[in-house]
């Protein structure tokens, strides 16, 4: 059933893989030995007892959802009446985020990266919030330097190769950079550049000429970001390079998705509202952007308190 779903275009191959991984590496080993028909909420409960101590909230919260959705088609297929992952423990994850760069970080990230070659892709990461494969997914025309306006409709992603029946691939390789669909629906956005963002996008069109014109050969997808030869970049390197960036540049151990958190924290404390961070993002929904900076807006909740206290009673002053 899953396999159809990513025939229809229903379920993201990159879902699938996860959700296969999850059976194999966890679901099967663990709880394969009951019959569907006799499987209970406490050998769930069990289950994921068992994981605790190795494995992440996140790691087991995916487990658990992953068996809820496989009972879910064993419903609808009427190989069981009830859903009894429903029925389990729920797995409790905070979302918040608890590492990003502060605006000092930033500025010190953005100084020494002024000579390197993707330059203007952390600059784009920071400034926008994207994820790293929207920003490796980009074309030169979802970007209107003159307008201003960056279109985000497509992602690189990094995916496993069918295996054939004796465990090969037709390409010899267990993997492949594929282009797709944004993570959701919302993430499908149109976001306005700063300034300082076009100037670097602009330098780094230049650049990427004069790299064209020297190569001996270039893989014309028109993307906006590749390698020496235009080829895609991959993603986990990517996420490599940056670690080596900022540990050079005296920021310690900082992972790519930081850049994403840094460029929603700093919004925040510029006073963008938090429903326009939230399109901003591209989160699936407002309730999401709540979950993991909701906790950010506490200053000025009370700033706001304040604010009207003043307005009507004056400065320092309370009721009697």
Not at 7 to 31: F, I, K, M, W
Not at 204 to 223: G, V
Not at 236 to 244: H, Y
Not at 296 to 311: I, L, P, W
């Amino acid at each position: 059933m899953l396999s159809t779903r990513v025939a229809n275009g229903t379920l993201a191959e990159s879902t699938y893989n996860s959700y296969s991984d999850t059976v194999r590496l966890h679901l099967t080993p663990g709880l394969g030995r009951h019959r569907i028909s006799k499987l209970e909420s406490a050998h769930i409960d069990a289950f994921i007892t068992s994981k605790r101590a190795k494995y992440s909230a996140n790691s087991q919260r995916i487990m658990r959802s992953t068996l809820r959705k496989a009972l879910r088609d064993a419903q609808k297929a009427r190989y069981v009446s009830t859903n009894v992952a429903d029925l389990s423990e729920p797995v409790k994850v905070s979302r918040r985020a608890t590492e990003w760069l502060d605006l000092a970080q930033a500025r010190t990230l953005l100084a020494s990266l002024k000579r390197d070659r993707l330059e203007a892709l952390w600059i784009l990461l920071l400034s926008l919030g994207l994820r790293r494969g929207e920003g490796l997914g980009l074309r030169w025309e979802d970007i209107d330097l003159n307008g201003g306006t960056i279109i985000i409709r497509r992602s690189l992603k990094r995916m496993r190769e069918e295996l054939l029946p004796d465990g090969s691939t037709l390409s010899g390789r267990k993997t492949r950079l594929v282009f797709g669909a944004p993570k959701t629906e919302e993430s499908w956005r149109t976001q306005n550049l700063p300034k300082p963002t076009i100037s670097a996008l602009r330098r780094h069109k230049r650049r990427q000429a004069r790299e064209r014109l020297a190569a001996t050969s270039w893989d014309d997808e028109s993307l906006v970001f590749t390698t020496p030869l235009g080829t895609p970049i991959d993603p986990d390197n990517l996420a490599k390079r940056f670690v080596t960036l900022c540990e050079k540049a005296g920021l310690g151990h900082r992972n790519l998705h930081q850049l994403r958190h840094s460029a929603a924290t700093i919004m925040l404390a510029q006073g963008v509202p938090l429903h326009e961070v939230s399109e901003v993002m591209g989160h699936s929904s407002l309730t999401v952007t709540k979950d993991i900076y909701g906790h950010f807006t506490a200053d000025r909740r009370r700033a706001a308190a304040e604010a009207v206290g003043n307005a009507l009673w004056g400065k320092g002053k309370a009721l009697a």
